[in-house]
Every structure is written in C-alpha cells, then in structure tokens.
C-alpha cells in the first residue's frame, strides 16, 4: 500500500504526539499519520472503514498493536464516539480526521476510484456497502445524476453529463470507469472547453462522494468528537473539497466549546505538491476544545 500523508508537520505540530498523549486517527488508511504518532509515542486508536486498510496496519505495525500502543477498528467514523467507547478510548488528547481517498485505493484500479485507469464502476471505501456508482449512474434518472454532478461536483456541464449518460446506457449499461470517463470527456470536447484538470474528475468525485456518504457521515461524526476529547484535547481536519471545509469551518464557527486555533486553513506549501500534487486542495482546519 501507498501512504502519502498530507500536511503532516502541520498536524504533528498542532496535535503535539508524544509520551502519555492519547490520540484517534478516524481515517488511518495506510497509516501515514497514524506511523509518526506512534514514533512520537503516542497511543493511537486508527479507525478506517476499508477493511483491507485494516489489515495493513495489522501486518505493517503488529508489535504496536501487541503492546496496545495501536488499536485497531475497522468502522465507519460516523460511529466514532460508539468505537471509540468500545476501545477504551472514551477521552482523548487529539482528533484526526484525513478525509478524501487513499493513495493506495486510487491506485487499485479493482476499487473503480480512477478515470485514469480501466476499472469496474465502484468506489465503495467499504466493500460491505450495497450501492455502487455503477448503481447510480446505470439506474439515477437525468435529473438526480444532475443533482449529484451539480451539488457535490460542482460541474458546469451537470446536465449535459447527466443527458450524455442516460443515452449511452440505451445501447449498453456503462459498467467501466474507461466507459463513464470517456463519455464525460466527449461532452466537453463537443464544447470546445479545455481544461488543467481531467473533465472527469469532477464527475466521478460526486459520485465517490454519494457512494460513501462521505457528506452525511463527516456531519454525524462532528458533533461526537467533543464528547471524546479531553479539556484541552484538539480536534485537527484535513479536507480536500469545498463542501466538506464549508461543513468543518460552520461546525467550529457554531460549536461553543471549541477554540478555533486556524482563523484561515492552512494549505500545503509548494514543496509539498511538487512532491505530492495530490495534496495541492487539501486544508487543515484545527480547534481546541475549552
């Protein structure tokens, strides 16, 4: 597995991991995170909904989780505060939440998260989930792939998408990301419209988005956090769109017993997208429960 952890110093240095400091990774993945907390000597609960992220973890970090230095769940963190009771972990020091996908399921053209390779149309993060984008994009009317494109994409060319899409599934359901890609691509290209980005990438982002319910389940899991941290204890985020940094900076704003410690979020510096440019959207929102 891959693990790029994004602005790493920046939540070492305002979650300060050491000795006697208790800490939850709600989104773990390859343990990127989770690996310079333990190394700082802090005890670390890692949650992460993949199963296979899980077992990673298990395989690459056995001795800490032999010596409880590391507990493993594997769980959705909208349920945070019920698995963070269940591990002994009721009241913490710090918070992370990393949202957004792994390098490593990006990377698996198996799990169907990629426009750039040729993959079935999937993109659970748990593949316990019942519904897939192939699901939604073979059986949504026009309208509601509209609304999908629209409010968690934020794509221009929503209804055209959406209309393209219902048209190809006539002559044979889009089973492909290779498929789905292409199809979106063609709709710009009959625009004329060129851009930096690949023209799927929005489209396929609201779909991960509804697939996951990556929206509904960051709203549920705020509001537990502040249950679980210690007077004192700070609660660090590192969102990676538009909506889920609206949903964060609200939370903070409206929450009166945190302490917002990063008026402006902070972003990653040019080194670091050179040498990660996946990390080029991500911002770190961070506050202090009082």
């Known amino acids: 597995m891959i693990h790029v952890p994004v602005l790493l110093q920046e939540v070492v240095r305002f979650l300060d991991p050491k000795a006697g400091k208790v800490i939850i990774d709600a989104t773990a993945g390859a343990g990127g995170h989770t690996e310079e907390f333990l190394r700082r000597g802090a005890q670390v609960l890692a949650i992460d909904r993949d199963p296979e992220a899980i077992k990673y973890l298990k395989k690459s970090y056995g001795s800490q989780v032999i010596n409880h230095k590391l507990v493993l769940a594997q769980g959705n963190f909208a349920n945070i505060g019920e698995i963070a009771q269940k591990k002994g972990f009721s009241r913490v ?61 934020q794509e221009k060319f929503s209804r055209a998408i959406a209309r393209a899409i219902c048209r190809a599934r006539q002559i044979a359901p889009i089973n492909s990301t290779q498929r789905l890609a292409n199809i979106i691509r063609e709709v710009y290209g009959k625009k004329n419209i060129r851009t930096k980005l690949d023209c799927a990438t929005k489209s396929f982002l609201a779909l991960r988005i ?81």
């Open 93 to 153: 020091d710090g918070i992370l939440f990393d949202l957004g996908i792994s390098s490593d399921q990006l990377a698996d053209a198996k799990r169907g998260f990629a426009f750039a390779k040729v993959g079935p149309l999937d993109m659970r993060m748990d593949p316990n989930l019942e519904v897939t984008a192939y699901d939604l994009v073979n059986n949504f009317d026009e309208r509601r792939l509209y609304e999908i494109f629209s409010t968690y994409g």
């Open 210 to 290: 509804v697939v996951n319910s990556e929206l509904i389940n960051l709203e549920n899991a705020l509001p537990q956090t502040i249950e679980i941290l210690k007077k004192g204890g700070r609660l660090a985020i590192v969102s990676f769109h538009s909506l889920e940094d609206g949903l964060v900076k609200r939370f903070f704003k409206q929450e009166k017993q945190l302490l917002v410690l990063t008026k402006k979020p902070v972003t990653p510096g040019a080194s670091e997208i050179l040498k990660n440019p996946r990390s080029r959207s991500a911002k770190l929102r961070v506050a202090e429960k009082i």
